[in-house]
């Protein structure tokens, strides 16, 4: 049973520039988070798509934007990105309703230079 | 408001037990939590739900103090393989966002 799938798992990208992460969420789950993880902290919540709609949104400025697919996978689109942007990005996937907690990705490595 | 853990970090020797406090400001409707290991995905260890019973399996239980909107981490004669960031991370009511603490590194030696 494949858990949650990842990519790219490392990106280097240029101050300015746009960058798509992709995650396909555990299969049966329907629901998927994405969070962005600073050295040495806790995972910081981006926002959460359920039925391809956004439910939920942290305290993210309108460069980080998402979509969920038909098939419950997502992206996590960031616009003009800044050096601060650099983090290890996460997506964690659940059924809604069950209470089995969130099963995470490996995540993408971004760096901006 | 992100939970606050304590303690930020300890070293046990392999045997020894642990506790790990989870503490937030607002009521909650459930704590999670989860074990980071260097380079990995954080790793779902269990889930307490506002009215629920402790929980636990193997050597690791917690419990859940809704008064207090606290929770607790009781990690028992620990190994080696315990060894990596504890993050509780917590859902409030009407507001289902997971938010996760300021995390405790844990650390065991043989």
Partial sequence: DAGVTQSPTHLIKTRGQQVTLRCSPKSGHDTVSWYQQALGQGPQFIF?????????????????????????????????LLLGDSALYLCASLALGQYYGYTFGSGTRLTVV | QQPVQSPQAVILREGEDAVINCSSSKALYSVHWYRQKHGEAPVFLMILLKGGEQKGHDKISASFNEKKQQSSLYLTASQLSYSGTYFCGTENFGNEKLTFGTGTRLTIIP
Wanted: overall charge negative; cysteine-free; glycine content about 6%.
């Fill in chain 1, 48 to 80: 959460q798509y359920y039925e391809e709609e956004e439910r939920q949104r942290g305290n993210f400025p309108d460069r980080f934007s998402g979509h969920q697919f038909p098939n419950y996978s997502s992206e996590l689109n960031v616009n003009a």
